[in-house]
């Protein structure tokens, strides 16, 4: 049976679980309008572009599953960009779809049209224009994909109004599963070892992805543990201010104890959080040292390599040092031990 692209666009939003689109209307996607009406969408209708981006992306962050938005062309996309570059900094999924010029029509500076690639590329994580109906059920798979997989951020979709009206016969897509990276047993391994001998730990969390479960847990770890956490700008609420380990925000203008702390530390712990200008607070500051390229003994004065091991925050339960029962950690502080390489001590750990 064939269907109108629009049609088959809408079936794969109904495929992969959308609930919710947020738009504002416009002629140049019309043909996906009609298609939502028959869809078991809700469709929330904003007065401003940048109103609609803005609901996707909240909605993006609030649930981990992209925020889905369509505005019309050229104006519209462009009053819209500031949702896409908010989810970008905030690596939130959002996927906007965007009306387009007819295919026969590009090039020729037509009214409203826009080069899309050119207008979002710098700050969305894919950019593509659909250029038959029959292409949908890939592109929607890939646009979702993309959206969640690594570090989530925006897709721009950019419709062609006849490609919304053309017809075409064409199954539709299996949704994705998107990649997620995870720490490894090898990771793990290592991490308690880093963590036995650091003098001065520092936990550093933020960024997006995280569920009240993730927040949970790692408050229960670093708790356990009795390691400071910083958490990273706008993201103050990830661990209880009340937490004995809550060491304070790396906001705007943050204490200057906590930054002598952040620079001082021979462990940092970044947890979904990027070590950027606001909580380093000078270019001056060098990023620290993944843990794999770093010196084996922390605590050595002759080794003033930091160190760092930057997890994901999602699906923590799948981090072997968080995946403890209720009330338990499987690290516990236990006695010192002494450097091999400098004789300096050290409080320890092991797994329970």
Known sequence: MTRTGARILVDQ?????????????????????????????????????????NMAEAYGK???????????????ATHAATGVYTAFQDS??????????????????????????????????????????????????HAFQTALSGRPGPVVV????????????????????????????????????????AERPLVVIGGGGWSAQAAADLQRFAEANRLPVATSFRRQDYVDNASPSYAGVLTIGHDPALASRLRDADLLLVVGARLGDIPRRS??????????????????????????????PER???????N???????????????CGTCGARASSTSAT
């Open 324 to 338: 403890a029962p209720a009330g338990q950690s499987r690290l516990e502080p236990t006695s010192s031990r002494v």
């Open 316 to 322: 923590s339960s799948r981090w072997n040092l968080l």
């Open 158 to 197: 950019a419709l062609p109004e006849d490609v919304l009206d053309a017809r075409a016969e064409v199954s539709d897509a299996a949704p994705r599963v998107p990649a997620q990276p995870a720490p490894s047993a090898a990771d793990l391994a290592r991490l308690r070892e880093l963590l036995g001998v």
């Open 62 to 76: 609030l649930t981990g599953r992209p925020g889905i938005c369509f505005v019309t062309r050229a104006p519209g």
């Open 92 to 141: 939130t999924p959002l996927i906007l779809f965007v009306g387009q010029v007819p295919r026969g029509h590009r090039g020729r500076e037509a009214f409203q049209e826009l080069d899309y690639a050119a207008a979002f590329g710098s700050y969305s994580k894919w950019v593509d224009e659909v250029e038959q109906p029959g292409s949908f059920p890939e592109t929607m798979a």
């Open 283 to 312: 270019s001056t500051f060098t990023p620290t040292l993944t843990s794999s390229a770093a010196s084996s003994s922390p605590t050595c004065r002759s080794s003033p390599a930091r160190l760092s091991f930057s997890l994901p």
């Open 13 to 53: 939003l109904v495929v992969h679980g959308v609930d919710t689109v947020f738009c504002v209307p416009g002629e140049s996607y019309i043909g996906a309008l009609d298609a939502l009406r028959d869809a078991p969408i809700r469709l929330v209708v904003a007065r401003h572009e940048a109103g609609a981006a």
